[in-house]
Each structure stands twice: as structure tokens, then as C-alpha cells.
């Protein structure tokens, strides 16, 4: 999708419909900055005003998308498009987050790594070995959780006797035994349990 000229099909249609930044910004309780940016292709309208913009700017949001007014004989190849479009930022937008759910777990062992080589290494009381230890593992600790939500978030899970894909609960990735990025979970479709794996397309 082209921001930019999204943005200038905005501002086209709301100088049609003859309301100023701060008109349009007070009918969808933003901000005119915000529309401001939309405009210039600086972002992108969020998806929870998407509806309520395109009603008032007399457009689908197809139309939106795709930063012009369609003519009806396309208009189901553009909605098609669009939708394609969005799926692929999706899948890129997750396997960016799966990326930095790694780059993050590998700087949390840094830590523990060098706590057991100091401690492997110099001679020290029982406690403060202890101590050093124990504070080394604190980061990973606190990194963990966040680290399960973008794994469950991002991407699917594919059920292997089914193979129905799915994005299962927290808690449920959160307690699954796992190999790496696949867990043992119940499958919501055939209900039934097995080794799940991560995938990052429903196809």
C-alpha cells in the first residue's frame, strides 16, 4: 500500500466533503495532528476509525486503501489486492518479532554465561557465587513472559492431526511442553492433543 498516496486521497476528499484537519480530526476524536500525518503518508488511519473515516468521507474502505475512487468492474480485484497486501505485512510484521524474540533471548543468557564463567573461573565464598548467579538469571526471567506473547501472537500454530491453524491462548503457550517453537497443545478444532507447530501463513 502507497502511504503517501493514501494520504493525498484523504486530503482530497475531505477538502470535497469541505471540512478543514481540525474539522475532520473533532468528528473522529483525534487529534489534527494526526490526520495531518495521515495526509502527508507520515501513518496510516488506524483500523479501529478505518469505518468510521471512509463514512464520512463518502469512500469504501477499499477505496482507502487504495488511494483512489474504483469503478465497480474492479472493485473485487482491488478489495483482493489489498487484502493480499495485508496479509503479507502481517506475516512480515510477525517474522520481525519473531526475529527479535531470539535476538532478545540470547542477550538475556549473555548475563548468565559470564556469571558461570566467573564463577567457574575465580576462586570465591559460596554466597557470593550463589548471589551472582542468581542475579544473572534475573533478566531472563523477567524477559520470559514477554517472550511467550510474541511467540503466541505472532504468526500460527498448526494442529498436526488435523491441521487446523490456529492462535492459541496465552496460557495455554505459556504451560506447553515445547521443542523450540513447537508445543504440545490441545487443538481447538479437533480437540484432541499434539506437537504444534509455529507457522508464520494460515496457507
Known sequence: MDQVKIGRFIAERRKTKGLTQMQLAEMLNIT????????????????????????????????????????????????EKNLLEMVRQKEEADK??????????????????VA??????????????????????????????????????????????CGHVHIPKYSSVFMAMHMG???????PECRKWSWQKKVISKD
Open 32 to 79: 489534527d495532528r494526526a490526520v495531518s500525518k495521515w495526509e502527508t503518508g507520515k501513518s496510516m488511519p488506524d483500523s479501529s476509525i478505518m469505518l468510521e473515516l471512509c463514512k464520512i468521507l463518502g469512500i469504501s474502505v477499499t477505496e482507502l486503501l487504495c488511494g483512489e475512487v474504483i469503478e465497480m468492474e474492479n472493485y473485487d480485484r482491488e478489495a
Open 96 to 113: 520481525k518479532l519473531l526475529r527479535m524474540e531470539i535476538i532478545t533471548g540470547i542477550i538475556c543468557l549473555i548475563p548468565l554465561l
Open 116 to 161: 558461570v564463567i566467573i564463577v567457574s573461573a575465580v576462586q570465591m565464598e559460596e554466597w557470593l557465587g550463589g548471589v551472582i548467579a542468581g542475579t544473572s538469571v534475573i533478566p531472563l526471567l523477567v524477559a520470559t513472559p514477554f517472550m511467550i506473547r510474541i511467540e503466541q501472537t505472532a504468526g500460527y500454530y498448526k494442529c498436526q492431526r
Open 181 to 187: 517453537r513447537t508445543r504440545y497443545m490441545k487443538c
